[in-house]
Structure formats: structure tokens, C-alpha cells
């Protein structure tokens, strides 16, 4: 506030007082809103007699604003079990800079999370962390909220919230399975089939024939070896599965013929056995 002053006399000003006016008060900064008296004293100045009149003071009532929280964007995603993090920014309790924060999180598809929390706030940002369960694909509408400790009263604003939408995009679920099964006797070939992909990658190994990259590898596998199969779903998104084929020392798949007929005509000419490599 500031104070007036009349009476003055030959164009003198206050700068002719020798002890400048106090004033005092009742209000404090946590004054309810009203009017509180303004009390003058101890001013002095030579010539003049100085008498005071008191004045007013008008607490008004300060209203909370609400808190911020810049917007959050929709996501699409792999559902892979690990713990995935969104970063969240732009939090303030509003225009107080004297107040706290609380933040919370909430989704309509809780069967889709494993966990879905936040974490401390740090200056104006914060982590979100979500954790989707295995299997788990569908959209979720999930808020963020930020309250403030400014209250309601007068029709302040404490709370502020986002809205955004999750995709979660089921991995897929991949089925190998053998021709012969998954014993096979040494120097036999057989085929691998995978299901559940799109697009199929097979890793390197020992005994591959042919179809690296499609759903069928043929192999002829002359030890125990196991292949693995990198499959992508329609989504985009991927896992691996493995197989292990068990070659067995038998030796039945030898394949020979008894006769032997050195005429030159083709048949029989040689004594052949098929596998012999094995």
C-alpha cells in the first residue's frame, strides 16, 4: 500500500518530514479475505503538526488454479513381457509455486497390465511404467492425473487430468512341429513347419537344407541340433521359438539293395547304399 499527504504548505512535499510515517496492520499473509484498518504513526517533521487517518486494506480470496500436464500421445506396441516406460512432462501445480503434486493412474483394461504405475515426480516430469501380462492384446484408455494440494474452495481447481489410448499388439504364438517328430534316426531328412507368423526367419545351424526363410526348413541333421525360428505376426511384432531334433546312431536309415548286376544296363550295375554317409 502507500500513503498520501495533504497540508503542505510553499510547495513543500514530504521529503520535508525528518522521520517517515510507520504503518501497521492486523493482516498477515494468511489473512482471510476482508478489510483490515491501516494505522499511521511516527512521522515528524518541523513546522508542522501531523495528525494520521487510518486506512484500509483488502485481502481478496486467491482462487487455485488448476495443475498441468502436457498431453500425453497414443501408442501402439508389442505386448513383450517387460517393463516398458512412457515419460510424462510439463507437471506444475498451476500458477502456486508453493504447492505439491500427487500423481496417479488409472485404465479401463486393468486385465491387460501386469502393473501400471508412476514414479516420483522429478522437477516437472515423471515415469510411467507398465508392464503388460503375457498374451495380453487390446486397446486401453488410460488417465493421468495430477492433484494439487491448493484446494477446492471459491471454486479453485485441484485436479487436472490426460487421456490417452494404448495398443497392445499380441506377440505371436508360435508352433513348430516335425515331419518325422522330434527323434529321427541319423541320415534321414525331414521338415520343420512353423505356424503362428507371417514371416519366418530360421537362424543358422548344422544340417539345414533349404527355407531359411519361409515357415518349412528341411534339414538332414547328422547330430542332436536345435533350430530356431524367428516369427513376425501381421502387427509387426516378433518372437523366437526352438525346436531340438534328437538324431539317433541306429543306423535304419542305411537303405541298400541285395543284388548286383555288372551288365552295363543301367540296372543294378552298382551295389548302392543310400546314407552311407551317415
Known amino acids: 500500500f502507500t500513503a498520501s499527504y495533504e497540508g503542505f504548505k510553499n510547495g513543500e512535499t514530504a521529503s520535508v518530514l525528518s522521520t517517515a ?4 496492520t492486523t493482516a498477515t499473509l494468511s489473512s482471510a479475505a476482508g478489510t483490515y484498518s491501516i494505522t ?3 512521522a515528524v517533521a518541523a513546522n508542522y503538526e501531523i495528525s494520521f487517518v487510518n486506512g484500509s486494506l483488502m485481502v481478496l480470496q486467491t482462487i487455485n488454479t488448476a495443475p498441468t500436464l502436457n498431453p500425453i500421445a497414443n501408442t501402439a506396441l508389442c505386448a513383450s513381457a517387460a517393463t516398458q516406460q512412457i515419460m510424462l512432462s510439463g507437471i506444475t501445480a498451476g500458477t502456486e509455486t508453493n504447492q505439491t503434486t500427487v500423481l496417479s493412474v488409472q ?3 486393468p486385465e491387460l497390465f501386469t502393473s501400471l504405475t508412476i514414479g516420483t515426480r522429478i522437477g516437472n516430469t515423471a515415469i510411467l511404467s507398465y508392464y503388460p ?3 495380453a492384446s487390446g486397446i486401453a484408455q488410460i488417465t493421468v492425473t495430477v492433484k494439487d494440494n491448493g484446494g477446492v474452495e ?3 481447481t485441484d485436479t487436472f487430468s490426460r487421456t490417452f489410448y494404448m495398443t497392445l499388439n499380441a506377440l505371436p504364438e508360435i508352433v513348430i512341429s516335425s515331419d518325422l517328430g522330434t527323434e529321427i ?4 531328412t525331414t521338415r520343420l513347419i512353423a505356424t503362428g507368423g507371417v514371416s519366418y526367419q530360421w537362424s543358422n545351424n548344422r ?3 533349404s527355407g531359411q526363410n519361409s515357415s518349412v526348413l528341411t534339414i538332414r541333421p547328422l547330430e542332436t541340433t536345435t ?3 524367428t516369427a513376425t505376426n501381421a502387427s509387426g511384432c516378433t518372437s523366437t521359438k526352438s525346436i531340438t531334433i534328437n538324431v539317433k546312431e541306429d543306423y535304419l536309415a542305411l537303405k541298400y539293395n541285395n543284388i548286383v548286376t555288372p551288365n552295363g544296363d543301367g540296372i543294378n550295375d552298382y551295389w548302392v547304399v543310400e546314407n552311407i554317409d551317415a
Open 21 to 24: 510515517p510507520q504503518f501497521s
Open 40 to 42: 499511521p504513526f511516527g
Open 154 to 156: 471459491n471454486g479453485g
Open 185 to 188: 534316426s541319423l541320415g534321414l
Open 133 to 135: 501380462k503375457a498374451g
Open 227 to 229: 533350430y530356431t525360428v
Open 207 to 209: 544340417g539345414i537344407i
Open 107 to 109: 485404465t479401463d483394461k
